[in-house]
């Protein structure tokens, strides 16, 4: 059974940085892409990041420059550095995963991952 635990959010003021992580388990070896969305109160969950199993990258036009995904396979683990934030990225991070042998980018919708984390808030405030 594939699980995602996400973790590091928390309250910045704008300008600052922050690092999720999220944890994945249930795997079998690196066959998946993963990805972060984001949902702000009110608003649609949208595409914020999304990384191949081979480390190529994808990102929203609003995030390019500030946010940056990795991951680590051996630790079953994805990343999002962001930095420079800005009030409008406040909101519940999402990462997501989905099985995929491919060298390419999943997608950047929610409907093209199965499995999905619960979420961590994020609030830029100052």
């Known amino acids: 059974q594939v699980q995602l635990v996400e973790s590091g959010g928390g309250l910045v003021q704008p300008g600052g940085s922050l690092r999720l992580s999220c944890v994945g388990s249930?795997?079998?070896?690196?066959?998946?892409?993963e990805g972060w969305f984001r949902q702000a109160p009110g608003k649609e969950r949208e595409f914020v990041a999304a990384v191949s199993r081979s480390g190529s990258t994808v990102y929203k036009d609003s995030v390019k420059g500030r946010f940056t995904i990795s991951r680590d396979n051996a630790k079953n683990t994805v990343y999002l550095q962001m930095n420079s934030l800005k009030p409008e990225d406040s909101g519940v991070y999402y990462c997501?995963?989905?099985?995929?042998?491919?060298?390419?980018?999943?997608?950047?919708?929610?409907?093209?991952?199965?499995?999905w984390g619960q979420g961590t808030q994020v609030t830029v405030s100052s």
């Open positions: 997501a995963a989905h099985v995929w042998p491919f060298n390419i980018i999943r997608g950047i919708n929610a409907a093209d991952y199965r499995h």
């Open positions: 249930g795997f079998i070896g690196s066959n998946y892409a």
